[in-house]
């Protein structure tokens, strides 16, 4: 696992000398801020995309190019708010509230601390373990060619990502642990507002079905191929 560190940390190294390289002298340290802000974006409980993260007093003015050349770059994977939970999904999205996660998990695991690794095989992580769970889901969903989305109201409901399967709108949970699920039942039980009839509960859990929800292990999201 150490040689695996090594070179996954090389990669890292390399996408950074690359801003350096081909961004413009003025992009140079907010592309590389950006990047490195990335960790600690995932650690809220509120996953936003937030400026201030990057720094104090950051503007979204001041560093929108940066994110978009990372992600043109193909390093990150962006994850857009909806008005509503509804088809099309795209023609709903917010363009300016927005998740980032990284598009390869394992280097965005190796970017932080040493030891994390070990800490996820023997089950030593506690909070942080949902954000490498939910930047998982996010990997394999774009690896499946889909577009990634979710769903927050000021109200505080808040669902991880939102997709099309089989035809529906379904929402879309990520759990390290069997956690709480209120969002996803509210939504749920007010089918002519949110226009949601199903969900999909993913994490260190068993096949089955409850009601309006399926479950799967983590390991399966890969299976949600169905359009």
């Known amino acids: 696992m150490g040689s695996v560190l090594v070179e996954q940390r090389g990669i890292v190294a390399e996408y950074e000398e690359d801003m350096v390289k081909y961004a413009s002298d003025a992009d140079k340290p ?3 801020e950006c990047f490195e802000s990335i960790p600690r974006q995932l650690s809220k409980e509120y996953k ?6 990057i720094r104090k007093g950051a503007k ?10 990372i992600e043109d770059a193909g390093i990150i994977n962006r994850c857009r708010n909806l008005t509503i939970t509804e088809l099309p999904l795209n023609g709903n999205a917010i ?9 390869d998990t394992g ?9 994390t690794q070990f800490d996820i095989l023997q089950g030593n992580l506690h909070t942080y373990k949902g954000a ?4 998982l889901v996010a990997d394999i969903f774009t690896k499946m060619k889909r577009r990634l989305y979710y769903f927050r109201k000021d109200s505080g409901l808040e669902v991880d990502f939102v997709t099309r399967y089989k035809g ?7 759990k390290s642990k069997d956690g709480n699920i209120k969002s996803s039942k509210t939504i749920l039980s007010h089918p002519d507002k949110y226009h949601v009839n199903h969900a999909i509960k993913l994490g260190d859990l068993n096949v089955g079905t409850s009601g309006q929800f399926l479950t799967l292990p983590l390991y399966m999201t890969f299976l949600l191929r169905q359009l």
């Open 168 to 174: 529906e709108c379904v929402l879309v949970e990520v």
């Open 60 to 69: 979204a003015s001041q560093y929108i190019g940066s994110i978009q050349w």
């Open 132 to 135: 490498i769970f939910e930047n």
């Open 107 to 115: 280097l965005f695991v190796s970017m932080l601390d040493d030891g």
């Open 48 to 53: 936003k995309f937030q400026y201030s993260t």
């Open 30 to 32: 907010r592309i590389g």
């Open 95 to 103: 363009d300016d509230c927005f998740k980032v996660y990284m598009a």
